[in-house]
């Protein structure tokens, strides 16, 4: 069997400088994570405050949660809270659509991120899938490993048609990893709205599953990853499958992020 992974999606401006301080800071912990989650899915629209908003409920969350957190992660906090904060601030600040429009014009034009709106939604969802890549792809060090890719199987691309005449398709995967040596793999959709997971992504996650259910040897996750709680990944996987063929795969909300990092590959398999 006969797995490659190649990227497709567009490299963002300011990632390096802006996401991966936050994530590497929010990863030293699952209560930091959780509260990033909640950040996330509260401060999704903007408003002028939004920046100050962020910052309060950074620290009456710190506050709520000081008995869950030891004393590292009590010490740390201020830390992964300014850098959350930062982000925030830099998104909603118009001198980065500035930027953003003069690293790839065509990418700042193709999704209008000269709109704060679309800057704050757009670089939300970016957030959330560098946390969950940065959990994952330390078990692939020696293997295959993307972010925003499509998969080839044995020669066959994952890839679905839809709308009028299938004049449209998915393919891409935000999260991909896979061992050669062991036949294993993860396979993830991120979703910060767990609304978004659509009927397309459940059809593309079910050519995917239909493609490794082939090989009886393998080993694997497929994973829906929400910001959300559980239960509303959960309900938005039920409704979809009352009009779709249902596949088995995994859902993981805020409460359970966590535990992506600490996956041990044996254990799993």
Same mark, same amino acid.
């Given at each position: ?32 994570? %959780? ?10 629209? =903007?408003t002028e405050h939004i920046s100050n908003d962020v910052s ?20 740390? =906090? ?14 909603? +600040? +118009? ?53 925003g890719c499509k998969i080839r199987i ?31 793999? %993860? ?68 409460? +359970? ?5 600490? =996956? ?6």
């Open positions: 069997m006969n797995v490659f992974l190649k990227r497709t999606d567009d490299d963002y401006y300011g990632v390096k400088e802006y996401i991966l301080p936050v994530v590497q800071a929010a990863i030293k912990s699952a209560t930091y994570l %959780e509260i990033l989650c909640m950040i996330l899915n509260t401060y999704d629209t =903007y309060k409920a950074l620290k009456l969350y710190g506050n709520l949660k000081k008995e869950d957190m030891s004393e590292a992660e009590l010490q740390n =906090y201020a830390d992964f809270s300014q850098k959350l904060y930062d982000l925030y601030w830099t998104i909603v +600040d +118009d001198e980065f659509g500035k930027e953003i429009f003069k690293a790839n014009q065509d990418l700042c034009n193709k999704h209008k991120l000269k709109l704060v709106e679309n800057r704050l939604g757009r670089y939300r969802g970016i957030l959330f899938e560098e946390v969950v890549a940065a959990m994952v792809e330390e078990r692939f060090q020696e293997g295959d490993f993307q972010k044995d020669g066959t691309w994952i890839r679905i048609g839809y709308d009028t005449g299938n004049s449209k398709h998915k393919e891409t995967f935000d999260v991909a990893g896979w061992k050669n040596d062991l036949f294993y793999g %993860e396979f993830y959709e991120c979703k910060v709205n767990p609304e978004r997971f659509t009927e397309e992504n459940y059809r593309l996650f079910e050519m995917l599953w239909k493609e490794l259910e082939q090989h009886f040897n393998i080993q694997y996750i497929l994973a829906l990853v929400s910001s959300e709680t559980k239960e509303k990944v959960k309900k938005q996987k039920e409704y979809l499958e009352e009009t779709v063929e249902k596949i088995e795969f995994k859902v993981i909300g805020r409460e +359970d992020l966590y535990n992506i990092l600490n =996956y041990q590959i044996p254990e799993i398999a």
